[in-house]
């Protein structure tokens, strides 16, 4: 039976695996790390016992291969699924704004919700209509160059329809700043969102932690399929013989057996091994990447009464209700990344009695949880550089949410990825 070398835990190289599992070719799976899942997991706070995230992921009805991810695996039971779009905005002076998609089929009930928010006057929701009135025919390519905010400018869009609306979706979904990320990008992701049916856009959020919705019900799935699994193992080197790859040397040996060979692994961690640059061009895996800063923050008598809410015009972009404590999360925190504890946490309790009435008094302590490389910048520079799931050699795949999706590094670029990479697995092997 034909086997596949998978390196990289992640959900690209857990993906990977699971398609390839389900079309009866061998996987031996090996991660560097002591666990499964990269940056998406989640562990057990040793003062509180609860289990939080290394970050909250947020994900959308489109998300269509993630979808089919955990269904493949036994997970759709571990996630909360809304009907329909119901965002919950605040303002400074603690206003609550709802965005909330009524019963009507679509796209009718998303255009009456829009209607129905009152953060916007009627003349930012005539230009926000209008604007999604052209997605049909815009040609995305055409705004490479232009960056989201020039873009968003360019259609009459004001700075409070901006801030009010635009800002929160592009943030969240690129994780960059609105004059970073490009408009290509961005185009080719609200065309998903709002294009696809009113099921598109609305919220789903894992009922439990990272690492129980995603990592363990997929590592399960594999064990049931004999798939070899390895942690701890890192990969330092990759023999190449009449452009195939032959052998695979790791710290804890040397592999031969295999036919084909995944690379789910970070840009930046293909540098570290050797010979890589026989696969893929340096410049393909030299991006720029951008951080997101996460707060777990226990409260006392916590009377929120959402799961989540988004925060207009602040430092703090999201905010999530887990009951017992609550969770903050900063997209592109670059300018914020480095500061210390005693830094963040006075700028994070000063936004959350502004936006929510949360004092000093009601929290009872606080995590912060950093990913300085969390996805790289959807910039043109970048976008230019997004390497194939296929190399230069016959026989080795790269599968990370950095390759050439078309989307930007969510989850389901990341899976997407890994499913494309067992796509071309497949196809190569028969």
């Not at 003062?47 to 009805?61: C, R, T, V």
């Not at 699924?81 to 400074?92: A, D, G, S």
């Not at 009627?122 to 873009?151: C, G, R, T």
């Amino acid at each position: 039976m034909k086997k596949c070398l998978i390196v990289g835990g992640g959900l690209a190289g857990l993906s990977s695996a699971v398609s390839l599992a389900k079309q009866n070719i061998n996987v031996y799976l090996i991660e560097a790390s002591p666990k499964f899942g990269g940056r998406t997991y989640s562990f057990v706070d040793k003062k509180s016992g609860d289990e939080i995230d290394n970050g909250q992921h947020l994900l959308l009805g489109c998300y269509y291969e993630t979808l089919e991810f955990i269904k493949s695996i036994g997970a759709t039971n571990l996630f909360n699924f809304q009907h329909k779009l119901e965002l919950n905005f605040v303002t400074r002076d603690k206003i609550k704004h709802q965005l909330k998609a009524t019963d009507l089929p679509y796209p009718f009930g998303l255009f009456f919700g829009l209607l129905n928010y009152e953060a916007l006057s009627i003349f930012d929701k005539i230009k926000i209509i209008f604007i999604f009135a052209q997605l049909p025919f815009l040609q995305s390519e055409k705004y490479l160059n232009h960056s989201v905010e020039d873009w968003l400018i360019e259609q009459g869009q004001s700075r409070n329809c901006i801030k009010s609306f635009w800002e929160i979706i592009a943030v969240g979904a690129l994780n960059s700043k609105l004059k970073d990320a490009s408009a290509k990008m961005f185009i080719d992701i609200i065309k998903v969102i709002f294009l696809k049916g009113s099921n598109a856009s609305a919220m789903i959020i894992p009922k439990v932690g990272l690492s129980k919705a995603f990592v363990d019900p997929a590592v399960n799935f594999l064990q049931t399929q004999k798939t070899e699994l390895s942690f701890s193992e890192k990969l330092l080197e990759i023999s190449i013989v009449q452009n195939k790859a032959v052998s695979v040397v790791t710290d804890k040996g040397r592999l031969i057996d295999f036919d084909a060979l995944i690379l789910a692994v970070p840009s930046f961690a293909l540098n570290k091994i050797n010979g890589i640059d026989r696969t893929i061009e340096k410049d393909k895996i030299d991006l720029s990447y951008s951080s997101i800063l996460t707060l777990h923050l226990w409260i006392k008598n916590n009377k929120l009464k959402k799961p989540f809410y988004a925060f207009l015009d602040s430092p703090l972009h999201w905010v999530f209700n887990h009951g017992n404590y609550i969770t903050t999360v900063t997209s592109c925190a670059d300018g914020l990344i480095d500061k210390s504890r005693e830094e963040l946490f006075p700028m994070v309790r000063t936004e959350l009695q502004k936006y929510l009435n949360i004092k000093e008094e009601d929290i009872s302590d606080y995590k912060i949880i950093k990913e300085k490389r969390a996805t790289f910048i959807p910039n043109k520079e970048n976008l230019m550089k997004r390497p194939s799931v296929k190399t230069k050699i016959e026989n080795v795949f790269l599968a990370g949410d950095w390759t050439n999706t078309g989307l930007p590094a969510t989850i389901e670029g990341a899976i997407k990825s890994g499913n494309t990479a067992a796509d071309e697995v497949q196809k190569y092997l028969w």
